[in-house]
């Protein structure tokens, strides 16, 4: 079926990996506050593809960045943490490595029986990562027998742990993680289940706009919410008050609008929505028309009720959903009824359903329906860029399966 026609990526699971050393390079980008991970959600996302290697009596490494240590050991940005919790989580010891190459590296994981976890040290403590440097990729690649990309999050950047090292392998695949998103995030690119709704807020048009474009060729019908709805209604002509509009994208948005006509599908902005001169939520506020002017110089902070009513029951006959972006600043409590609202929506939603993009996986997370969810894209900025079109170098640079294997 579509699953099988769109996955042609070679997968962990088509390489011969018992008993050898598999790099598996994830993504354990977790937020650490005083030591302590506060999100182990990435962690967790990492799991599947680590058992599977151990099932095989693989011997695992493990390899990922932390923040932004812009090629310099800190203290702060250690993996060691990451370690912990791993093991706690496969209920077995973690080695950690704490020279992420190098003789040191390579003793360690010398002294690693098959089936057992080394996790490195931070990528980012080597500026030869992000620069995507020849000798930093093979100094990796020197560490294992096999590559297996996880980390879907930092599949769009060309680096040495995504990129530049697969050159110094034979073998090569993506992992568990990866293969769900390509195939859940690719089938609604290729050959998604009609009624298609795609529902994109949060702030800014300008950071959606390649997605918003894709999804304008892809999909039966667009939602918008959250502040890039300002843009689209400034655009019609309609009373934004001190809405966050971007003045510079006012022509896009009317691009955008014609090409929705040309290709007759539907294209919903909120009929309604909740003002206020305070976004903190401290000051009064008050559920106006669109086309109201009373709106004065307050701002738009959250979709109305109406337009909650009208966005669910268009969702309720969706057969695919992407959800890309909050409808309010939802991180304000009094604002956060329309992220809710359509949130509760989607969850309700019987089809398959891809919720995007941090902010909008927490309001799931936040309402407990995230179990409802049938794909929940860890990518962030990757997920944005391969909705909005883009290759992702991290994908590219691993090899289709076998002509025999891909069906
Ligand atoms: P995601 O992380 O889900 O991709 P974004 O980062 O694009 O979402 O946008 C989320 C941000 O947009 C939130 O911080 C939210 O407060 C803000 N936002 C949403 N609606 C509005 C609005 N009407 N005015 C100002 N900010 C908004
Ligand atoms: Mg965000």
Same mark, same amino acid.
């Given at each position: 079926?579509?699953? /099988?026609?769109?996955?042609?990526?070679?997968?962990?699971?088509?390489?011969?990996?018992?008993?050898?050393r598999?790099?598996?390079?994830?993504?354990f980008?977790?937020?650490?506050?005083?030591?302590?991970?506060? %999100?182990?959600?990435?962690?967790?996302?990492?799991?599947?593809?680590?058992?599977?290697?151990?099932?095989?009596? /693989?011997?695992?490494?493990?390899?990922?960045?932390?923040?932004?240590? =812009?090629? +310099?050991?800190? %203290?702060? #940005?250690?993996?060691?943490p990451?370690?912990?919790r791993?093991s706690?989580?496969?209920? =077995?010891p973690?080695?950690f490595?704490?020279?992420t190459?190098g003789?040191? $590296? &390579?003793r360690?994981?010398?002294?690693?029986?098959? @089936? !057992?976890?080394?996790?490195?040290?931070?990528?980012?403590?080597?500026?030869?990562e992000?620069? !995507?440097?020849?000798?930093?990729?093979?100094?990796?690649?020197d560490?294992?027998?096999?590559?297996?990309?996880?980390?879907?999050?930092a599949? +769009?950047?060309? +680096?040495?742990?995504?990129?530049?090292?697969t &050159?110094?392998?034979?073998?090569?695949?993506?992992?568990?993680l990866? *293969?769900?998103?390509?195939n859940?995030l @690719?089938r609604?690119l290729?050959?998604?289940?009609?009624?298609?709704? /795609?529902?994109?807020?949060?702030?800014?048009?300008?950071?959606?706009?390649?997605?918003i474009?894709?999804?304008?060729?892809? *999909?039966?019908?667009?939602?918008?919410?959250?502040a890039? $709805?300002?843009?689209?209604?400034?655009?019609l002509?309609?009373?934004?008050? &001190?809405?966050?509009?971007?003045?510079?994208?006012?022509?896009?948005?009317r691009?955008?609008?014609?090409?929705?006509?040309?290709?007759?599908?539907?294209?919903?902005l909120?009929?309604? +929505?909740v003002?206020?001169?305070k976004?903190?939520g401290?000051?009064?506020?008050?559920?106006?028309?669109?086309?109201?002017?009373a709106?004065?110089?307050?701002?738009?902070?959250?979709i109305?009720?109406?337009?909650?009513e009208?966005?669910?029951?268009?969702? /309720?006959?969706?057969?695919?959903?992407?959800?890309?972006?909050?409808?309010?600043?939802f991180?304000?409590?009094?604002?956060?009824?329309?992220?809710?609202?359509? *949130?509760?929506a989607?969850? *309700?939603?019987?089809?398959?359903?891809?919720?995007?993009?941090?902010?909008?996986?927490a309001?799931?997370?936040?309402?407990?329906?995230?179990?409802h969810?049938?794909?929940?894209?860890?990518?962030g900025?990757?997920? #944005?860029?391969?909705l909005?079109?883009?290759? #992702?170098? @991290?994908?590219?640079?691993i090899?289709?399966r076998?002509? %025999?294997?891909s069906?």
């Amino acid at each position: 079926m579509a699953e /099988a026609t769109r996955l042609r990526k070679r997968t962990i699971e088509d390489l011969d990996i018992a008993s050898r050393r598999v790099f598996i390079r994830v993504d354990f980008n977790v937020p650490i506050v005083d030591g302590k991970i506060t %999100d182990d959600t990435r962690i967790r996302a990492s799991l599947p593809t680590i058992r599977y290697a151990l099932t095989r009596n /693989a011997t695992v490494i493990l390899a990922s960045h932390l923040g932004r240590p =812009r090629g +310099h050991r800190c %203290d702060a #940005l250690t993996l060691r943490p990451v370690a912990a919790r791993l093991s706690e989580l496969l209920k =077995r010891p973690v080695k950690f490595a704490e020279e992420t190459i190098g003789a040191s $590296a &390579q003793r360690i994981i010398a002294d690693t029986k098959p @089936g !057992n976890v080394v996790l490195l040290e931070n990528l980012r403590f080597h500026k030869g990562e992000e620069t !995507n440097a020849p000798e930093f990729a093979e100094a990796l690649a020197d560490l294992a027998d096999i590559y297996v990309n996880d980390a879907f999050g930092a599949a +769009h950047r060309a +680096h040495a742990s995504t990129e530049g090292i697969t &050159q110094y392998f034979n073998e090569v695949g993506i992992g568990l993680l990866m *293969a769900a998103e390509l195939n859940y995030l @690719g089938r609604v690119l290729d050959d998604p289940e009609r009624p298609f709704v /795609a529902l994109i807020g949060g702030a800014k048009v300008s950071s959606k706009i390649d997605v918003i474009h894709n999804l304008v060729e892809r *999909a039966d019908t667009l939602l918008i919410g959250g502040a890039m $709805a300002y843009t689209f209604l400034k655009e019609l002509g309609l009373p934004v008050g &001190q809405s966050l509009v971007e003045n510079e994208l006012l022509e896009t948005a009317r691009h955008i609008m014609s090409r929705v006509k040309t290709r007759d599908i539907s294209f919903e902005l909120p009929v309604d +929505h909740v003002v206020t001169f305070k976004t903190d939520g401290s000051g009064a506020n008050e559920v106006l028309e669109v086309d109201n002017p009373a709106i004065g110089n307050r701002l738009g902070v959250d979709i109305g009720p109406k337009t909650v009513e009208h966005y669910s029951s268009i969702l /309720a006959g969706a057969s695919t959903v992407v959800w890309n972006g909050p409808m309010g600043i939802f991180e304000t409590d009094v604002f956060a009824n329309g992220t809710k609202g359509v *949130a509760t929506a989607v969850a *309700a939603v019987s089809g398959t359903t891809i919720v995007g993009g941090g902010d909008s996986i927490a309001a799931i997370a936040g309402l407990g329906v995230k179990d409802h969810i049938s794909h929940i894209s860890t990518g962030g900025g990757a997920s #944005l860029e391969f909705l909005g079109g883009r290759t #992702l170098p @991290g994908v590219a640079a691993i090899p289709d399966r076998l002509a %025999d294997k891909s069906v």
